[in-house]
Structure formats: C-alpha cells, structure tokens
C-alpha cells in the first residue's frame, strides 16, 4: 500500500514538472516593420485659425512621380493609404472658394499644366477607391510650380505666414502646387480691441494693438496714438520707436517717418549687442527706402 502511494506521489511530481515546448512558453516576438509611407501630422495656426492636416508621406525611391507613378488626370488621393485630412477650426477661404469650419480630405486631379485641388465631405475612406464627387466642397485650379530641388517625400506643407493668410503647399519630385489660404482676422478682433482699448484696463496690449492696425491697414492715426503710449513707458526702446517710424511711414508722413527712424538708430547705437545691431540696421534700411 505505502509502495503504490509512493509511486502515485512520483507520477504526479514528474507530470507537474513535464518540460513544455518551446512555442507554448514564451510567444513569438512581435516584428515591427517601417512604414513604407510614413504618417504625418501637420499643425498650424494661421491668424486665428488652426489648422490640421494628417496624411501619409510616400517616397520617389527612383521612380518617375507625375506621368508615371500618379497618373496625369486621374483623382489622386493626395499621399498614401488612407485619404488626406484638412480641419480648420474657423471658416477659410482657399484660393476664391470659402469653406465652412470643420473636417474634409484632400484629392486632387495632377496636370502637366494645372492641378485640380478638391475639398471632399470627409468619409474616412481608404484612398480615391470611393471618391464621390457628388460630395466635393470646392474645386479649385491651380499652376504647378516648378522646384530647383527635387523632394524625395512627399510633403505638405504650410508657409508664407501672415495674420490674415499663408500658403498651402504639396511638394514631390520637382513639383509644387501652392494654394493660397485666407482667413478673416479683423472682424472678429478689431472689437475686441477697440473695446479692451477704451476701457479702464491697467495693462493695455498698446504695441500689439499698433502693430495690428498698422499690417491690417486699419486706423493710422490710432496706430501712432498707441504706439507713442507704448513709447512712453519704455522710452529708450528703439524696437517701439522704429515700429513708430514704420507706422508714420505708412500714414504717408516721410519726415516724421525718417526723425523718428533716426532716434530709434540713435537709440539702437547707445544699446549695442545683437539687438541694437538688428535695428541699426533695420532704421539704416528705413531712412534709405524714404529718401
């Protein structure tokens, strides 16, 4: 009796301790490849809109782009794998189309001679497979531009930064499509100042308020009026006073324009370093462009 519990014992011991295979102790390693498109993001607040775009950057590797790999004339869904994504967060205009706040794709027709840029209702779709142009937002013509440089990837890209616009460009092999993007600035902020400038505020934003009158082409005479507030809480500046010159500049004033650019390089000469060399420099540059 003791031998046969004893032998149970050894059995159930052995079979505890049976060496399991390989394949069911440890699981197979996860091997990650590089995406042969890469995905994108880009981000960027134009004026008071920001705006998004998410894509899938494919690579020439030698290959012949437009007329070979994207076919002349055929919708083309702006990158690879799934569609080309645009939201902006306000409405805008592109090129002289007007679109609402919100999210859309990218397609486009590549021409030898003119591209076609679509705004598309966006329905997540993977490529042009199901483009409907029942569902386009805007269509718009645009010259292809030529690069010196080829571009090895795909890439768009936002530039040419302004408060009211930039420039939205595609760029691959040596061609650039640029489309011009437009947003509305003033009517929602011009308020905004007026209020905030008028009221009982400790703090007032005077240099930024100049400023934005003066790039938008609003009231001048406001414009100095600020600047010279600016000026009077920090009057060795030469940053605020070349920024006073540049404004009676614009109001047509040369002579008030080229004093006062002439006592912000004074006071750029007395400050020295890097910052009273850049306005040496810039008023230099006025006073010349006024004579």
């Known amino acids: 009796m003791k031998k046969h519990i004893l032998h149970s014992v050894l059995f159930a011991s052995a079979a505890f301790f049976t060496v399991l295979p390989a394949s069911a102790q440890t699981p197979p390693p996860k091997v990650e490849f590089p995406a042969a498109s890469p995905a994108a993001t880009v981000k960027q607040r134009v004026g008071l809109t920001d705006i998004e775009i998410s894509y899938s950057r494919p690579s020439a590797k030698g290959r012949k782009i437009f007329g070979g790999l994207v076919s002349y004339d055929k919708i083309w869904r702006t990158g690879a794998n799934s569609s080309t994504k645009i939201k902006f967060s306000t409405e805008v205009k592109l090129g002289d189309a007007t679109i609402a706040a919100g999210n859309y794709e990218i397609f486009t027709i ?12 966006d329905s997540s779709q993977w490529g042009a497979y199901k483009y409907d142009a029942k569902n386009d937002v805007a269509r718009l ?15 768009i890209e936002i530039g040419d930064l302004r408060d009211s616009s930039a420039t939205l460009s595609l760029n691959w092999e040596k061609t650039s499509v640029p489309v011009k993007i437009t947003t509305d600035v003033v009517t929602p902020l011009v308020p905004q100042i ?13 240099a930024n308020a100049a400023m934005f009158y003066l790039e938008n082409g609003l009231d001048l005479k406001k414009a100095a009026a600020w600047m010279d507030a600016a000026i009077a809480a920090q009057p060795s500046a030469a940053h605020l006073i070349h920024r006073k010159a540049r404004i009676l500049a614009a109001s047509g004033d040369k002579a008030g324009a080229i004093a006062t650019a002439e006592a912000s390089l004074a006071a750029a000469q007395k400050a020295g370093g890097a910052i009273g060399e850049e306005y040496t420099k810039l008023n230099q540059d006025l006073i010349s462009s006024l004579k």
């Open 141 to 155: 013509t645009v010259a292809p531009v030529k690069l010196a440089a080829p571009v090895e990837s795909f890439t």
């Open 110 to 121: 590549p021409g030898k001679k003119e591209w076609t840029v679509i705004i598309h209702k």
């Open 194 to 206: 007026e209020a905030l400038m008028s009221s009982d505020a400790e703090k007032k934003p005077y």
